[in-house]
């Protein structure tokens, strides 16, 4: 069974840093791109950025939105993608869901983790 | 940047009805289009990708269409497990959501 576990949101003041983590398990973890969406209280899904699989060299695209900000990694050997949100803004406060390509080189999202709240206010 | 536009924003329904909503994309993205479906104070659920490919283990009622920068998504009659929002997604260059449509009880 494939499942995906955020980890590493909580209350942050604006211009700190943070890491959210996302641990895979029940597929070929370095085989997939990984995502990022999230979704600020009481509104829709913003995609955040991806990064690729092993077979596609593991490169990033970011949303305009955070493209400066923030850094997706991953580390293959331990199945955990991550995000990392420096300068944060108070617009970053959202639920942040990690999820996994449907297919290798296809980026629709069959699978959700259960999201991590990220609030950024002073 | 693609900019997706769904309608309607909120949809009023009751069951058994047969429900469309329509997403429409500033560009051609060819079939690069999902749908999901999302409860409150939970994770979307993926629906239907490529346009019109149903997610295993996801009911028949559901079905999508389309191509270039028209597409739909019915649920042929509606049951009371399917009010919720719906997000379409274009997956042809990154990725970008629709707004959302919010199909309520009437």
């Known amino acids: 069974e494939v499942q995906l576990v955020e980890s590493g949101g909580g209350f942050i003041q604006p211009g700190r840093s943070l890491r959210l983590s996302c641990t895979g398990s029940?597929?070929?973890?370095?085989?997939?791109?990984m995502s990022w969406v999230r979704q600020a209280p009481g509104k829709g899904l913003e995609w955040v950025g991806f990064?690729?699989?092993?077979?596609?060299?593991?490169?990033?695209e970011y949303a305009a939105s955070v493209k400066g900000r923030f850094t997706i990694s991953r580390d293959d050997s331990k199945s955990i993608a991550y995000l990392q949100m420096n300068s944060l803004k108070t617009e970053d406060t959202a639920v942040y869901y990690c999820n996994k390509w449907g297919a290798t080189s296809y980026a629709y999202l069959d699978y959700w983790g259960q999201g991590t709240l990220v609030t950024v206010s002073s | 940047d693609i900019q997706m536009t769904q309608s309607p924003s909120t949809l009023s329904a009751s069951v058994g009805d047969r429900v469309t909503i329509t997403c429409r994309a500033s560009q051609t993205i060819v079939t690069w289009l999902a749908w999901y479906q999302q409860k409150p104070g939970k994770a979307p659920k993926l629906l239907i990708y490529k346009a019109s490919s149903l997610e295993s283990g996801v009911p028949s009622r559901f079905s999508g269409s389309g191509s270039g920068t028209e597409f739909t998504l019915t649920i042929s009659r509606l049951q009371p497990d399917d009010f919720a929002t719906y997000y379409c997604?274009?997956?042809?260059?990154?990725?970008?959501f629709g707004q959302g449509t919010k199909v309520e009880i009437k």
């Open positions: 990064i690729r699989g092993r077979p596609y060299g593991g490169t990033t």
């Open positions: 029940g597929f070929t973890f370095g085989d997939y791109a």
């Open positions: 997604q274009q997956y042809n260059r990154y990725s970008t």
